[in-house]
């Protein structure tokens, strides 16, 4: 059974990085079978997407997001990363990193992290 | 990008009761759409994926149907865990996006 882990601080100030790091066990990033992705929810809101990575590297981010956002891998601790820059109140969110399985689906996700952006 | 529009967006209903989801988007996404139940702290939950394909360990009171711009999510008899908000994602082109979501609440 696949499972995700969010860790990072939960609180972080204006004009300053976000910085959050998912560990996957049950299964291999590795094995080139799925992308891991990050989706975010203001509280009280829906579901955004913010971009995905290959176990190769390569990334897709949300073109709303894209200037500041940055996924990275890092195989040998079955571990991926995200880092937002310059955030704001806006960015306030519980922060889900997730797999995508079947027809690019969200087959599993994890439990989600809350990050408050506030000085 | 496209958008999701889902309807109605809050719902009340009673056990037992049938209850449709409706999920448009805003151009063809063929089959690549999803639909996932969250619940209040919870992170969401894949119910159907390729809009009728039923997840593992899902209950069979749920399913999914449509293609094109137009699909559904039906509850065929609501039992009390189902109340919850749902969503449907297109899949079919990045960025992904979803629907605004559905609350279904006990009437």
């Known amino acids: 059974q696949v499972q995700l882990q969010e860790s990072g601080p939960g609180l972080v100030k204006p004009s300053q990085t976000l910085s959050l790091t998912c560990t996957v066990s049950g299964g291999s990033i590795s094995s080139g079978d799925y992308y891991w992705s990050w989706i975010r929810q203001p509280p009280g809101k829906g579901l955004e997407w913010i971009g995905y990575i290959y ?13 500041r956002v940055t996924i990275s891998v890092d195989t040998s601790k079955n571990q991926f990363s995200l880092k937002l820059s310059s955030v704001t109140a806006a960015d306030t969110a519980v922060y889900y990193c997730a797999r995508e399985g079947p027809a690019a689906s969200i087959d599993y996700w994890g439990q989600g992290t ?3 952006v506030s000085s | 990008d496209i958008q999701m529009t889902q309807s109605p967006s809050s719902l009340s209903a009673s056990v037992g009761d ?7 988007a805003s151009q063809s996404i063929s089959s690549y759409l999803n639909w996932y139940q969250q619940k209040p702290g919870k992170a969401p939950k894949l119910l ?13 009171r749920f399913s999914g149907s449509g293609s094109g711009t137009d699909f559904t999510l039906t509850i065929s008899s609501l039992q009390p865990e189902d109340f919850a908000t749902y969503y449907c994602q297109q899949s079919y082109s990045t960025p992904s996006s979803f629907g605004q979501g559905t609350k279904l609440e006990i009437k």
């Open chain 1, 114 to 116: 809350l990050v408050t």
């Open chain 2, 48 to 60: 159907i994926y390729a809009a009728s394909s039923l997840q593992s360990g899902v209950p069979s």
């Open chain 2, 18 to 24: 049938r209850v449709t989801i409706t999920c448009r």
């Open chain 1, 55 to 67: 176990y190769s590297g390569s990334t897709y981010y949300n073109p709303s997001l894209k200037s």
